[in-house]
Structure formats: structure tokens, C-alpha cells
């Protein structure tokens, strides 16, 4: 994995329109993106985590340029992409593909696994002509799939089967950049570490880079080399794979954590239950977005000013980010100057 940053996104928000007044300007706003900042590293392989509703598919879509931001920027190989027209856009979309959660509606039905892929190599001229039966070929072995395939249509295949025949088309721009969207979630469990393995093996490969968005933290545990948690579209803590699983810093991280089955009993953590309210996204809680489900408050030397002011990421040990301010008592302390 290089150092070197690929991917750099600062104060991304991501704000819908729900409802409107007479004149058509908006009285009620969803935040499901709320100012978030990382760095994808190229090579690395970054887990993106958290439950339905977080807003990590939103950033996912924004990335690749499905949303356009409402504010923030997304800088890719130091230029910044998120201000640019849909023409200006396009040399940098076929670098950035997405990888779709579902394997059943994501695949035109009208069209065999061979148009499918050929389709995005000849519209971009990625290839000559002469050469694209034999990419096709090529990027279903690469799938573990047979190149005799080609001339078959989606509803012929499984659920594991098409979601490899996606990850093919999306190899098929030849991107530096895939966003995985929960890929896994809608397959079954014997055919998940399949797509995961096969995902590792064709980032070795091909050289890539991945934003893996999952759910849960057991699914991210096995591809990615850090991994970040979202909550009610903020960034809540960010580490090296290793460190977030052994030392889990904020409280929502802790509980997702001890949902995890286990097969161990020396892994085997104390189930955390979540309690309270969940904040709504339209008008959220003016601090902290876990302040009404926290079960950490008792203790806490900084907690009276999580239902008045929101906790920053910080880093409170070498690349371990988080955004609590147990951990970052200096931050209370300014809350209240």
C-alpha cells in the first residue's frame, strides 16, 4: 500500500429537499452527508461502516459523481472533481467506478454478460475493436467466470455469478478507484467470502484501490486495511483495521462491534444493546448525533456538552481518529469557551 493519497474528501455534506413551502423554496432538509474528511490511500482498501441511513452510500455516489455535493470537496489526484461539469467529469469517471448492491437490478436484462461488458470498452474506445472479444474473455476468467459465457443473458446465472459479472464491467474501464457498495449484502453467506476473496485477489491484480461500504463490521474485518464508522452522516472514528478491532474508542463503534458472532469464546464481547431515540437526519440533535443512544455518559468527564455541541474528529493515538468527547477532553473544554 502506498502513502501516497488518492482519494482526498474534506467537509463533503450531502443535503436533500423534503418538502417545500409556496414559493418552492425548501422548509425541510434531510443532512444525510454532514461534513466528512478522509483520505483513501492509493492501494489500500478502506471499510466504510454503519447502519442503514448513515449516508455511507451517499458518499459513495458523490464520489463517482452520481450526486453532485452541496458543499465540500473531493479532490482526486489533486484535482478537485466535485465542482466539475458532467463533460468535464467524464475523463475522470471511467477511474472511478461503482460496484452495485444488488446483482439482480443493477444488469440490463435485454443484453448478455458479453454486450454488458464490451458496452462501457467501446464507447470509451478503452480498446481497438480486434481486441475487445478477447478483453471480454479475458475479464470473465479474471471473475472467475468461463469466457463462454458471453452469449448468456443475466436471469441464466446466480446471485453470486452476477455479482461477479458487475465486478467485470466495472474492471472493464480499466478505473484506479472502485466503490464497493455493500456487494456482499444481498448474497448469501457461502457465497460472500467467495466475492470478498475474489475482490482481494483483483485488487492485488489490477492494482486497485477500494472504498468497501458494508453494513457491519465483520464484513469489512477481511479486505480492508483501515476502516471508518459513519453515524447519522458524520464520521464517528477512523483507524488501521488491527487497532479499530482491538481497541474501539467510540461507544457506537463498540456496539457494532459486539454484535459480531463469534465462533471463539475468547473473542466473545459483552453484547451492547442500544437504547433511546434515534436522531432524526432532518432536524438532528444539535451535538452529538449518538448523544440520545450513548451509554457512556456516566463517567464521562466531558459528556455534558455532548447535547450542545458535536465533537470533532480528532486524532487521539497515531491514525486513530475519533469523534467522542471522552476521549478528547481538550474539545470540551473549547466547547464551552
Do not use: W
Amino acid at each position: 500500500m502506498s502513502d501516497n493519497i488518492l482519494l482526498d474528501i474534506k467537509g463533503l455534506r450531502k443535503y436533500f429537499t423534503v418538502d417545500t413551502n409556496f414559493f418552492g423554496r425548501p422548509t425541510s432538509t434531510l443532512k444525510a452527508v454532514d461534513g466528512v474528511s478522509l483520505q483513501i490511500r492509493e492501494g489500500e482498501a478502506l471499510g466504510l461502516v454503519g447502519e442503514s441511513g448513515c449516508g455511507k452510500t451517499t458518499v459513495g455516489k458523490m464520489i463517482v459523481g452520481l450526486y453532485r455535493p452541496t458543499a465540500g470537496e473531493i479532490t482526486y489526484q489533486g484535482k478537485n472533481i466535485s465542482k466539475l461539469s458532467e463533460r468535464e467529469r467524464r475523463h475522470y469517471s471511467r477511474e472511478l467506478q461503482l460496484i452495485f448492491q444488488d446483482p439482480y437490478s443493477s444488469l440490463n436484462p435485454r443484453m448478455t454478460v458479453g454486450q454488458i461488458i464490451e458496452e462501457p470498452i467501446r464507447i470509451n474506445k478503452l480498446r481497438p475493436r480486434r481486441e475487445i472479444d478477447d478483453r471480454v474473455g479475458y475479464l470473465l476468467n479474471a471473475v472467475g467466470l468461463s469466457a463462454n459465457y458471453r452469449n448468456r443473458f443475466p436471469h441464466e446465472f446466480s446471485g453470486g455469478q452476477r455479482q461477479r459479472i458487475g465486478i467485470a464491467r466495472a474492471l472493464a474501464m480499466e478505473p484506479k478507484l472502485i466503490v464497493c457498495d455493500e456487494p456482499v449484502s444481498a448474497l448469501d453467506v457461502s457465497i460472500q467470502a467467495q466475492v470478498l476473496n475474489l475482490l482481494d485477489e483483483l485488487k492485488e491484480e489490477f492494482g486497485l484501490t477500494y472504498l468497501f461500504i458494508a453494513h457491519g463490521l465483520g464484513v469489512v474485518k477481511h479486505i480492508s486495511d483501515r476502516v471508518g464508522v459513519m453515524y447519522l452522516g458524520r464520521l464517528v472514528e477512523l483507524a488501521p483495521k488491527h487497532e479499530l478491532y482491538a481497541h474501539p474508542m467510540h461507544p457506537y463503534t463498540r456496539a457494532l462491534l459486539s454484535a459480531i458472532p463469534v465462533t471463539k469464546e475468547s473473542e466473545r464481547r459483552d453484547r451492547i444493546l442500544l437504547e433511546g431515540d434515534v436522531t432524526s437526519p432532518i432536524d438532528p440533535h444539535p451535538g452529538c448525533r449518538f448523544f440520545s443512544r450513548c451509554y457512556a455518559h456516566a463517567g464521562c468527564t466531558g459528556c455534558e456538552n455532548c447535547d450542545k455541541h458535536s465533537p470533532a474528529l480528532v486524532e487521539v493515538s497515531p491514525e486513530h481518529y475519533v469523534a467522542c468527547y471522552k476521549y478528547s477532553p481538550q474539545q470540551a473544554t473549547a466547547a464551552t469557551l
